[in-house]
């Protein structure tokens, strides 16, 4: 657990922490489509991803929208946890995801008492918002194109897929689906993606990271 959010060179955490931590946490598990929470549930605990991927959305129905995914490390609904407010999103398991759940509870009187963690917990939701302002400045000057192709290098796997719907990618990027079709297919003529059906495999991600510096 003290490998997954934040530095661990940074605020390195003791014993004390590490049990503190632990005792604060509960792991959880969810399959398939299975939420963590939901858009306007009362924000009672956040999350961190230990295995697996998750979407996050607003709306529902046809006017729901994915704003994001992640995977291992990240840190969900702490925000509006440490606000006392709602979640400003639903989060879904992509596959099966464990995750820790962390009670507001249970953990406001250990990052009180533990400095050390306090930290580490503010430099992983400083370096999520830094992923953030990425992509809003990638919004702002590079090319459709270049935008897709920094979003496949972010979101490829291990075994160099990626498995993102067409219409995920369109949102993700603030873009039409014709508009991410074709992009798509000048990366597949330049030899550095391949398309399938939900799924785009990267076969070149020398190809891929130069068009995404357009």
Request: hydrophobic share 35%.
């Given at each position: 657990m003290a490998r997954s959010f934040g530095r661990p060179d940074y605020a390195p955490l003791n014993v004390d922490d590490l049990r503190a931590i632990s005792g604060a946490g509960e792991l959880v598990s969810a399959e398939n489509d299975a939420h963590l929470f939901r858009e306007g549930g009362e924000a009672v605990a956040a999350y961190l991803i230990q295995n697996g991927?998750?979407?996050?959305?607003?709306?529902?129905?046809r006017e729901r929208r994915v704003i994001a995914r992640v995977g291992t490390g990240a840190v969900l609904g702490d925000i509006a946890m440490f606000a006392d407010s709602r979640y400003h999103s639903s989060a879904q398991a992509i596959g099966d995801v464990t995750a820790i759940r962390f009670d507001r509870d249970r953990l406001l009187p250990e990052l009180g008492r533990h400095p050390a963690i306090c930290m580490r917990w503010l430099v992983a939701g400083l370096n999520q918002l830094e992923d953030t302002q990425r992509r809003v400045i990638g919004l702002l000057?590079?090319?459709?194109?270049?935008?897709?192709?920094?979003?496949?290098?972010?979101?490829?796997?291990?075994?160099?897929?990626?498995?993102?719907?067409?219409?995920?990618?369109?949102?993700?990027?603030?873009i039409t689906?014709?508009?991410?079709?074709e992009a798509l297919?000048?990366?597949?003529?330049?030899?550095?993606?391949?398309t399938g059906y939900r799924e785009v495999r990267v076969v070149d991600a020398q190809k891929l990271a130069a068009a995404a510096d357009q």
């Open positions: 991927s998750v979407r996050l959305y607003r709306g529902s129905g000057h590079k090319t459709a194109r270049g935008r897709l192709a920094e979003l496949l290098l972010d979101e490829v796997d291990r075994t160099g897929t990626v498995t993102l719907s067409q219409s995920s990618m369109a949102t993700l990027l603030g689906r014709q508009t991410v079709n297919g000048d990366l597949a003529a330049e030899g550095a993606v391949e």
